[in-house]
């Protein structure tokens, strides 16, 4: 059974920073490709950083610079670093694991940064 748990979200000031994880079990990373992706309130949930099963790593432009998104195989956990936080980073941020027609879904973590 795939589970993904989130955690790490909360309330920040603008310029600050917090680290998300995301609790894998029941897939490998070796060949999961892993996401993270936010639904802020009235829009859509978008892509945020991804990085496939070989460790290469893409970034939504609005976040290039600001966010790491980083895997640690042994704790079958990934990460995403978000620094320089703006209110528009606010929303509810999901993992996603992701192999051909599977997708997996955390039940997400809210972040809220304040102005």
């Known amino acids: 059974q795939v589970q993904l748990v989130e955690s790490g979200g909360g309330l920040v000031q603008a310029g600050g920073s917090l680290r998300l994880s995301c609790a894998a079990s029941?897939?490998?990373?070796?060949?999961?490709?892993m996401g993270w992706y936010r639904q802020a309130p009235g829009k859509q949930r978008e892509v945020v950083a991804t990085?496939?099963?070989?460790?290469?790593?893409n970034y939504a432009d609005s976040v290039k610079g600001r966010f790491t998104l980083s895997r640690d195989t042994a704790k079958n956990t990934v990460y995403l670093q978000m620094s320089s936080l703006t209110p528009e980073d606010t929303g509810v941020y999901y993992c996603?694991?992701?192999?051909?027609?599977?997708?997996?879904w955390g039940q997400g973590t809210q972040v809220t940064v304040s102005s």
């Open positions: 990085m496939s099963s070989g460790g290469s790593t």
């Open positions: 029941g897939i490998s990373f070796n060949i999961y490709a």
């Open positions: 996603n694991a992701h192999r051909f027609t599977r997708d997996y």
